[in-house]
């Protein structure tokens, strides 16, 4: 399954609100739990290791132009 890298929510902005309420008055400790089960709910949704190296590779090594 091919990564997507183009723009895919048309309501981006609503969905980093949510982003941000789920994270509303938690401490940095269950902020990063919270951030980890996401991470593994919906890498279990792709389901495709392949997929989930490539997003970690670019996230752990963005490029210049995302810095």
Avoid: C, F, W
């Amino acid at each position: 399954m091919p990564l997507t890298l183009n723009a895919n929510l048309p309501d981006a902005d609503d969905v980093y609100a949510d982003l941000l309420a789920a994270h509303e008055g938690l401490s940095k400790e269950q902020s990063d739990a919270l951030n980890a089960r996401l991470i593994l709910i919906l890498a279990n949704h792709i389901g495709d290791r392949e997929t989930l190296r490539e997003a970690l590779r670019l996230a752990r090594d963005p490029g210049p132009s995302a810095q």
